[in-house]
């Protein structure tokens, strides 16, 4: 499995982004898809998942500004990220798990903040 992530770029606090990120390989609609976000000098952290059902899961950092979706027939996850603020910087990755719990990452996509 290959994840490519996109989208990330410069936005000013308030602002909005949409990383997407396109999986190749596997059978995506059987896949976790997980975003997480590492900034400097802090842990890699859980963003928000979807599971191939379809159900969500939130960071409270979050909730109620980000929104995660996947279309299957693209083999794309996205993630609409509103309201952005500048503790929302960091690199964002794309993580998938594999119905036999194989884990991948993608290469990671900039997000930057300014206030």
């Known amino acids: 499995v290959q994840l490519v992530e996109s989208g990330g770029g410069l936005v000013q606090a308030g602002g909005s982004l949409r990383l997407s990120c396109a999986a190749s390989?596997?059978?995506?609609?059987?896949?976790?898809m997980d975003w997480y976000r590492q900034a400097p000098g802090k842990q890699r952290e859980l963003v928000t998942g979807?599971?191939?059902?379809?159900?969500?899961n939130y960071a409270d950092s979050v909730k109620g500004r980000f929104t995660i979706s996947r279309d299957n027939g693209k083999n794309t996850v996205y993630l609409q990220m509103n309201s952005l603020k500048p503790e929302d910087t960091a690199i964002y990755y794309c993580?998938?798990?594999?119905?036999?719990?194989?884990?991948?990452w993608g290469q990671g996509t900039q997000v930057t903040v300014s206030s």
């Open positions: 993580r998938s798990t594999t119905s036999l719990s194989v884990i991948y």
């Open positions: 390989g596997g059978i995506f609609s059987m896949h976790a």
């Open positions: 979807i599971a191939s059902s379809g159900s969500t």
